[in-house]
């Protein structure tokens, strides 16, 4: 462990799109105050909670060289709440020298001002939630930014001195057409962001849209979502027309330009180790895995309270540690390695999944060179099929 990566929830939003399966909410502004001054409390006390819990404290030494504001939306706490935090995490942690520091934003909800005070807190790389081009799926789902917004934000921060820009598109969204996702794949690409995470609409219980999709509903136009044959499709021509233009996709749902993949997100996969402030984040330091609590008003009453807003710890067993390594290593284009594996976990440890690796090679599902093994680009489809195989 040589480097920290930081997450910070802002688990707000202006409005609540029909497909998120994400625990953010739509609250009044005059909570925020309370929520980022409860994030600067965690901050401050984490060698307190952390002790309390038997967590190692070893952590809180390593130098930070990703921070990753996420939600919700966190421009909606505005651009003093923010400094405010950063403040925090600046006196709490050792900076490295080049910190990838990224915000979430969604078009409309960042202005030039707010863009200029980013760059001036150390913020270099944004995440623009696009997920289409499309104004009419844009409304379905609850989106209240239009696709101009979008072209416009990108275009402000460009202005502003943003040279690292990711943008998210989703496929399988409400009235989406073959034609739609098309011209989808065009807007992104006129844009040229340096990044581009490209995700297929989830189907679970964990949206009001998927729900209604599951139980044949017609509610949120869920009649209109395409099927599994359209997704497919979006999907290896989402894949191909990145290609072309020179995007690397280097994780499953996501391409970037060469040396502009995200730094922090690569910690997750990689099983490096990364502390997770605010309502609802995870924590992990390469044995433990520890939550805090989903409710903001649970998590804000616990820390004004001063007890911890740790909700769940669990210690990780070396064979638990060994799934992980597989199939978040799999996510990667590059794969994984048997020999880092073995060097860590020891041969016996690793003998149990040895069988499957060599039956999900045989069937094309997995690609092996000498002690490294991927994911077969065939089978990036049925990726979560090949990943419950090392659970």
């Keep these: 462990m040589h480097s920290l990566g930081i997450y910070v929830e802002v688990p707000f939003c202006a409005s609540k799109c029909s497909f998120c399966n994400f625990s953010s909410r739509v609250e009044p502004s005059s909570l925020f105050g309370r929520y980022s001054e409860a994030i600067e409390r965690e901050i ?43 403040g925090a995490l600046h006196g709490r942690f050792e900076m490295a020298g080049a910190v990838e520091f990224t915000v979430e934003v969604t078009p409309g909800s960042a202005d030039r001002q707010f863009l200029a005070r980013a760059l001036g807190m150390g913020i270099n790389r944004l995440s623009l939630g696009a997920q289409t081009f499309q104004d009419q799926e844009l409304r379905a789902v609850a989106r209240l930014h239009s696709a101009s917004d979008t072209q416009e934000l990108v275009q402000t921060a460009r202005g502003a001195g943003f040279t690292n820009l990711s943008i998210d598109l989703v496929a399988g969204l409400p009235h989406q057409t073959s034609e739609s996702w098309r011209s989808n794949l065009e807007a992104v690409l006129r844009l040229a962001p340096q990044h581009i995470s490209l995700y297929l609409f989830e189907i679970d219980e964990k949206s009001r849209l998927g729900r209604e999709v599951m139980h044949g509903g017609s509610r949120y136009h869920a009649s209109t979502v395409p099927g599994e044959e359209f997704m497919a499709d ?59 609590l989903d409710s903001a008003e649970s998590y804000m009453n616990e820390l004004a309270s001063e007890r ?20 978040l290593g799999l996510r990667q284009a590059e794969g994984v390695s048997l020999e880092a594996a073995r060097k860590q976990w020891g041969e016996d440890t690793l003998s149990r999944w040895l069988g499957r690796i060599e039956t999900l090679t045989r069937d094309g599902l997995l690609t092996t060179r000498g002690d490294n093994f991927r994911l077969a680009e065939s089978a990036y489809l049925v990726s979560n099929e090949v990943f419950q195989e090392f659970v």
């Design 234 to 292: 979006a999907y290896e021509s989402g894949r191909e027309a990145l290609r072309r233009e020179g995007y690397v996709q280097y994780e499953i749902s996501n391409f970037a330009r060469p040396g502009y993949e995200s730094r922090h997100n690569l910690k997750y996969w990689r099983l490096a180790p990364y502390l997770g402030v605010g309502a609802g984040a995870h924590s992990f330091d390469g044995i433990s895995r520890w939550a805090n």
């Design 44 to 86: 401050e006390r984490l060698p307190v909670h952390y002790e309390a819990l038997g967590l190692g404290e070893r952590v809180l030494t390593l130098p930070v060289d990703t921070v990753y504001f996420g939600g919700g939306t966190p421009p909606l706490l505005g651009a003093e709440k923010l400094e405010k935090i950063v």
């Design 308 to 327: 911890t807003p740790i909700a769940d710890v669990r210690r990780l067993s070396p064979e638990e540690q060994v799934e992980e390594f597989f199939f």
